[in-house]
Each structure stands twice: as structure tokens, then as C-alpha cells.
């Protein structure tokens, strides 16, 4: 079956850089946009910003000109790459993909998937 695997969180202070992955893998036909949302403790999870497999990039307005989006299409890979964090980018980021792929029971589907949550902490 598809799964999403994200990686790179961790402890990060005022002004300091981290660059989170989320690789899809399993019985793929296409992986399409690709994205990541966070959720900050006791809040809703929120849009970050996504990419189409063409490198079109959208973001939410708050991350922009600090969070860079890529993808590798032959990894089925995409990277978030966080600079300038601030304490309010603290929250879990999942990253979600719309994939066409096979589905239980064997048959194909396409649906979006989502990652388990990697978390980002700060320092004081």
C-alpha cells in the first residue's frame, strides 16, 4: 500500500533553519501535488504550502519568502525547507500527497495520503 514518510523535525532556535522530507512510497502510478499542513498544540492543523508535480509552489502567506518548497519526481520525494523559524512555526507539519496508486484489496484508486507528523520545536 502507499505511505507517506516524513523526516527532519527536531529543536530548532529563533532565526534557525530545517528542512523536513516526506517521501511517498508503494505501488505508485503518479504522485500529484504534494504539500504540508502544521498543527500547533490545541489549535486546527493549517495549510503551509504545496507543489504540483510541475514545481508550481504555493504557500500561506505567513511562510512566504522564509519556507521553500521542491520535490524529487523520481523519489516521489518533497522537502520543506524552513529559514528564519520563529516560535509560532512550533506545531507537528504532516505532509499529504494526491497519489494514484493501488489501494487495498489490489484495485486503483487515487486519494490523498498523509504522513505521520514530524515535529518541530523551539528553544528558548
Known amino acids: 500500500q502507499v505511505q507517506l514518510v516524513e523526516s527532519g523535525g527536531g529543536l530548532v532556535q529563533f532565526g534557525g533553519s530545517l528542512r523536513l522530507s516526506c517521501a511517498a512510497s508503494?505501488?505508485?502510478?503518479?504522485?500529484?501535488?504534494m504539500g504540508w499542513y502544521f498543527q500547533a498544540p490545541g489549535k486546527q492543523r493549517e495549510y503551509v504550502g504545496d507543489?504540483?508535480?510541475?514545481?508550481?509552489?504555493n504557500y500561506r502567506d505567513s511562510v512566504k519568502g522564509r519556507f521553500t518548497l521542491s520535490r524529487d519526481n523520481l523519489r516521489n520525494t518533497v522537502y520543506l525547507q524552513m529559514d528564519s523559524l520563529k516560535p509560532e512555526d512550533a506545531a507537528t507539519y504532516y505532509c499529504y500527497a494526491d497519489i494514484d496508486g493501488v489501494v487495498e484489496g489490489g484495485r486503483p484508486a487515487r486519494r490523498d495520503y498523509w504522513g505521520q507528523g514530524t515535529q518541530v520545536f523551539f528553544s528558548s
Open positions: 507543489i504540483t508535480s510541475y514545481g508550481t509552489t
Open positions: 508503494g505501488n505508485i502510478f503518479k504522485v500529484y501535488t
